[in-house]
């Protein structure tokens, strides 16, 4: 099947909770709006992310942050290598953040993450 460059399908979302927890004993970079945890884990890139309702106890809170999130990665998902898989885990300032805010800071993130050499094995 054929995908646009710019689209998101669920396959190149992470979704099983044995992938989650993988990904979680890899390496880290945050910021004070978010965690993201990256491990290079094969050929394609995959996606993840969390909301727990410790950053808010409002749904449409938690489901706006994660659809900003989304669409953040997926316009620029070509900043990170190919293979690098991330989780990313949004803290509780971040339910106070405009869009502006979180776009700057996961950019850097992403900028980052896409700086540190890269192999087999990510340093």
Known sequence: MQFKPES????M???KTREYNALYT??????????????????????GITVSKKVSKSAVVRNTLKRRLRE?????KTIIPEGISLVI?????????DFYEIK????????LI???KHSNNVD
């Not at 993201?36 to 890139?45: A, E, L, Q, R, V």
């Not at 885990?89 to 953040?97: M, S, T, Y």
């Open 104 to 111: 700057r800071e996961i950019l850097s993130l992403f900028t």
């Open 114 to 116: 896409a700086s540190k």
């Open 13 to 15: 979302r992470i979704r």
């Open 8 to 11: 998101f399908p669920r396959s």
């Open 26 to 47: 890899g390496k880290r970079v945050s910021g004070p709006l978010f965690v993201i945890h990256y491990k290079y884990m094969g050929t394609h890139s995959k996606a």
């Open 72 to 76: 953040i990665y997926r316009l620029n």
């Open 89 to 97: 885990r949004v803290l509780p300032k971040a339910a106070g953040a």
